[in-house]
Each structure stands twice: as structure tokens, then as C-alpha cells.
Nanobody, 128 residues
């Protein structure tokens, strides 16, 4: 099982960045997938999630209108790639971003404890 995240980097305030995460080794096309971020000394916080079945999305209030989550399911192998398009980045968006996946029923969960699989994290730095 592998969730490979990429796309982090150093950008200026109001710039854009796209993160991607490819999940393989399980039928991830049937998993909800999400992005979390973590500040130093803090717990991981939910950023955005996307459902497996109908593309339902959910966003933290702090990123709503600026970030867009999407996914591509590879039907040939059940791998799934989730993207996080981040626009109008602010210094408060600087964090380590993690992708995550879980089988969920009834919606997209925002609690990091219920996610089973995690990527390695990718660092986003925003200069003011």
C-alpha cells in the first residue's frame, strides 16, 4: 500500500500550487480521500475531502473558495489520484500537507483518527 504525495514547494502569497497524491495497493477507487495539514506542534487538521462514489466534496471553512479537491480513479487497477488545487495562498496555509484514505459511509469524515492510510507529507511554504 502506498500513498505518494507530491507538489509542495515555496511560493509567494497569492500564488497557486497543486498537490497530488497517488494511492495504490488497495482498491482506492472505493475509498474516500482527503487532504490534511499539520502545523508544528499541532494536530493534523482537515483541509478537504472527496467521496469515492459521487465525487462529493467537503472543505474546511478556512480554504473554501480558494482550494479545490478532485480525484481521478484508474479503473484498470483501482488506483486513485487525488489533487488539491490551492489558489490565493496565504502565509497561514504554510504547513505539511498529507493525503489520506479511508472507507467511509455516510459522508466525508473530518477527523484524522478515522483515516487508515496516509501519504508521507509534502511541505508547502508561503512567503509574505
Amino acid at each position: 500500500v502506498q500513498l505518494q504525495a507530491s507538489g509542495g514547494g515555496l511560493v509567494q502569497t497569492d500564488a497557486s500550487l497543486t498537490l497530488s497524491c497517488t494511492a495504490s495497493g488497495r482498491p482506492f477507487s472505493f475509498y474516500n480521500m482527503a487532504w490534511f495539514r499539520q502545523y508544528p506542534g499541532k494536530e493534523r487538521e482537515f483541509v478537504a475531502g472527496v467521496g469515492w462514489k459521487n465525487g462529493q466534496t467537503a472543505y474546511a471553512d478556512s480554504v473554501k473558495g480558494r482550494f479545490t479537491i478532485s480525484r481521478f480513479n484508474d479503473d484498470s487497477n483501482s488506483n486513485s489520484t487525488v489533487y488539491l488545487q490551492m489558489n490565493n495562498l496565504k502565509p497561514d496555509d504554510a504547513a505539511i500537507y498529507y493525503c489520506a484514505a479511508a472507507v467511509q459511509v455516510g459522508g466525508i469524515y473530518r477527523n484524522h483518527d478515522v483515516y487508515d492510510y496516509w501519504g508521507q507529507g509534502t511541505l508547502v511554504t508561503v512567503s509574505s
